[in-house]
């Protein structure tokens, strides 16, 4: 059976949509810029309702509301972007469309599409870290995607800055995290170029694998997955993969033995879907809300 289903991947700067199927099979695809809910939510709404969605499923920037015992459920909460603070995300689609509306973090869509469509299909526990503008991840544990309290936060786990980095961090909650040392934004930030510009400059890359490899060590003695898929415009220097793998290893100090971390070239990977992961997590989540409706 072949359904029409929408996907919706929301950022702070675009609204990616898409038409596919369960198949994770994709139609057609457009982009919008991200202004405010009044003006973009009408755009995108006529665009899934025009073409007969039988569900939708979004991957939603945040902080967002995932507790369905909650009256918030489905909204966007304390984001830093102003208009979208407190809008009834998934409630607005659910209205316009009155399809079943799948709803969760950009990330947890992004590592969904992985386990489902891509690279780590058949794994239980996976986690999609993807570094750009920000830094977030999705976790998949045990077979779900784990939501907890509020949903995980990875980007903004503490890091130890090393001593010769002079640059203070760029997040407004806390310096020395992830997210404030290692995003795209910290990287021009830091060295007075943008990171793309910067590939033939080996300290740049040097230091960015120290600060992912320092969150990375934390997330595997926690979690403990199975494999860690690194997405994202900055994993676009691909420069970065062996120095993380060694410096993961190193930080690791043989304290956990596995076959997995014996073959770190296939644990720690590149994302598998090009940049479909997470369109492809969104159709995923379009047809789970169709199928428990
Ligand atoms: P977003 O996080 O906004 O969804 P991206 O994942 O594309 O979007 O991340 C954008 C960030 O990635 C920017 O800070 C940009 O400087 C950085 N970036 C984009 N392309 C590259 C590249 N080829 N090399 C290094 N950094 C890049
Ligand atoms: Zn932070």
Same mark, same amino acid.
């Given at each position: 059976?072949?359904?029409?289903l929408g996907a919706?991947?929301a =950022?702070g700067?675009?609204?990616?949509c898409? !038409?596919g199927? @369960?198949?994770?099979?994709?139609? @057609?695809?457009?982009?919008?810029?991200?202004r405010?809910? @009044?003006e973009?939510?009408?755009?995108?709404?006529?665009?899934f309702? /025009?073409?007969?969605v @039988?569900?939708l499923g !979004?991957?939603?920037?945040?902080? !967002?509301?995932?507790?369905?015992?909650?009256?918030? $459920?489905?909204?966007?909460t304390?984001t830093p972007?102003l208009?979208?603070?407190?809008? +009834?995300?998934a409630?607005?689609?659910a209205g316009?469309? =009155?399809?079943? #509306? =799948?709803f969760?973090? +950009?990330?947890?869509a992004s590592?969904?599409?992985?386990?489902?469509? =891509?690279?780590a299909?058949g794994l239980?526990?996976v986690?999609?870290?993807?570094?750009?503008t920000? #830094?977030g991840?999705? *976790? $998949?544990?045990e077979?779900?995607?784990?939501?907890?309290?509020?949903?995980p936060?990875?980007?903004h #786990?503490?890091?130890?800055?090393?001593?010769?980095?002079p640059?203070?961090g760029r997040?407004?909650?806390h310096?020395?995290?992830? /997210?404030g040392l290692?995003s795209?934004?910290?990287?021009? /930030?830091r060295?007075?170029?943008k990171? %793309?510009n910067? %590939?033939?400059r080996?300290?740049?890359?040097?230091?960015?694998?120290?600060?992912?490899?320092?969150?990375?060590?934390?997330?595997?003695?926690?979690?403990?997955?199975?494999?860690? *898929?690194l997405?994202?415009?900055?994993?676009?220097?691909t420069q970065?993969?062996?120095?993380?793998?060694?410096?993961t290893?190193?930080?690791l100090?043989g304290? !956990?033995?596995?076959?997995?971390?014996?073959?770190?070239e296939?644990?720690?990977?590149?994302?598998?879907?090009g940049?479909d992961?997470?369109i492809?997590?969104?159709?995923?989540?379009?047809?789970?809300?169709?199928a428990k409706?």
């Amino acid at each position: 059976m072949n359904l029409k289903l929408g996907a919706l991947e929301a =950022g702070g700067t675009k609204m990616v949509c898409a !038409i596919g199927d @369960e198949t994770g099979r994709i139609f @057609e695809q457009i982009s919008i810029p991200t202004r405010t809910p @009044e003006e973009t939510i009408p755009e995108l709404t006529a665009y899934f309702k /025009e073409r007969g969605v @039988e569900a939708l499923g !979004i991957g939603c920037f945040g902080p !967002i509301e995932l507790d369905r015992r909650s009256p918030k $459920y489905g909204y966007i909460t304390s984001t830093p972007k102003l208009a979208w603070r407190e809008f +009834d995300m998934a409630g607005a689609f659910a209205g316009a469309l =009155g399809c079943p #509306v =799948g709803f969760d973090t +950009d990330v947890n869509a992004s590592v969904l599409g992985e386990v489902t469509f =891509g690279q780590a299909k058949g794994l239980s526990c996976v986690i999609y870290l993807t570094v750009g503008t920000g #830094v977030g991840g999705g *976790i $998949y544990i045990e077979g779900r995607l784990l939501h907890g309290m509020l949903h995980p936060e990875t980007g903004h #786990v503490l890091i130890t800055p090393r001593k010769d980095d002079p640059y203070g961090g760029r997040c407004p909650y806390h310096k020395n995290c992830l /997210e404030g040392l290692a995003s795209g934004p910290a990287i021009e /930030e830091r060295w007075g170029d943008k990171a %793309a510009n910067l %590939a033939d400059r080996p300290e740049v890359w040097e230091l960015e694998a120290d600060y992912i490899a320092q969150a990375l060590t934390g997330y595997i003695l926690t979690l403990s997955p199975q494999m860690i *898929i690194l997405g994202g415009g900055v994993m676009h220097q691909t420069q970065l993969f062996p120095l993380i793998r060694e410096k993961t290893a190193r930080l690791l100090s043989g304290y !956990i033995r596995t076959k997995r971390l014996d073959d770190m070239e296939r644990y720690i990977v590149p994302a598998s879907l090009g940049d479909d992961q997470g369109i492809m997590g969104c159709l995923e989540l379009a047809a789970r809300a169709r199928a428990k409706s």
